[in-house]
């Protein structure tokens, strides 16, 4: 039988890199300072998880303004969506054996 | 069950959380149904009285004064429910430590404003054409339509509550003079049995 571990993305074995990607598959766009809120960890945590995750392709970062503030929003990447849901099915299939 | 078995299961819950979290507006409090459908039975009562005045009096009371007072009376309660909503869902935000406004909340906002606006527009034309049947259903339908397309950005619950209306707007089509009782019903029974089911729901435990 194959080894179900092997389809789990290294990737995704931190808690705030799977809470980034599973808000920004459900949403079309994501600021900074919501991720934040939602994933409650600190600013510096939050940046270097998502440089990992921008440097794999999985999101990609838009720098923007609102009025002179700067707002930069988070989008999920093709491959991003794709390499999440390999980690769901994984995940499923795991806990499928184990039950 | 082992410890890989246990923290893909937190994995998933985490996962679950967020997506429900990031999605979904769902700071949104029993209490403020609770205090809208108060502030709709408050407003109705008045109204009542109002009308009660008006065909007590003689003959030649002012029917353009009576249609002008129950507006005053409508748009307040409407303000009102409006704050007091606004307030518990504050007062709930607060409490579980997550922003008000955000991606969500302007979410919700944009698809329940937009079929209560052309409701809205709808309804000032009826007024001022006389159409003063249809108003009550008008005002039940359009709430509903709007609640059951705001449901998808907040508790799935409130998809309901919309139904309900629909239906309550549909039959008073059927009791048009029983309109004020029929609009009591709608927009002050159902919020009150909604807000106490939403507070039994999710709000007791934290109430307490």
New interface residues.
């Given amino acids: 039988m194959k080894n179900p571990i092997q389809h789990l993305n290294k990737i995704f074995d931190s808690r705030v890199r799977l809470g980034i990607m599973s808000a920004l598959v459900v949403n079309p766009s994501v600021n900074f300072n919501e991720l934040k809120e939602l994933i409650e960890v600190t600013d510096g945590n939050l940046a270097s998880h998502l440089k990992t995750l921008e440097e794999n392709g999985y999101v990609k970062v838009e720098k923007g303004f609102i009025g002179r503030k700067t707002n930069t929003t988070y989008k999920i990447t093709k491959a991003g969506e794709k390499a999440f849901k390999n980690h769901l099915d994984a995940l499923e299939k795991m806990i499928r054996s184990i039950s | 069950?082992?410890t890989?078995?246990q923290s893909?299961?937190d994995?998933?819950r985490?996962?679950?959380k967020?997506?429900e979290?990031?999605?979904r507006f769902i700071s949104l409090s029993g209490w403020s149904g609770i205090g809208a459908g108060l502030c709709a039975i408050i407003g109705a009562i008045v109204a009542n009285r109002t009308m009660q005045q008006y065909y007590d009096a003689d003959r030649n009371a002012c029917f353009q004064c009576l249609v002008a007072d129950l507006v005053l009376i409508a748009s307040a309660v409407f303000v009102a429910a409006l704050i007091v909503a606004f307030l518990f869902t504050y007062l709930k935000s607060r409490k579980d430590g997550?922003?008000i406004w955000?991606?969500a909340a302007r979410r919700l906002l944009w698809n329940t404003m937009l079929p209560m606006v052309a409701g809205g527009i709808i309804i000032w034309k009826m007024l001022d054409l006389g159409y003063y049947e249809l108003i009550v259903s008008s005002a039940l339908v359009f709430y509903g339509l709007a609640l059951v397309n705001g449901s998808k950005y907040t508790m799935g619950e409130v998809r309901y509550l919309g139904y309900a209306e629909i239906a309550t707007g549909v039959i008073s089509l059927f009791v048009i003079s029983r309109g004020l009782y029929v609009w009591a019903f709608g927009f002050g029974v159902l919020h009150i049995v909604y807000g106490i089911s939403m507070w039994w729901k999710y709000d007791r435990k934290t109430d307490q």
Wanted: charged share 20%; proline share 0%.
């Fill in positions: 069950m082992d890989t078995g893909n299961l994995a998933i985490d996962i679950r967020i997506m979290r990031s999605s997550v922003a955000g991606t």
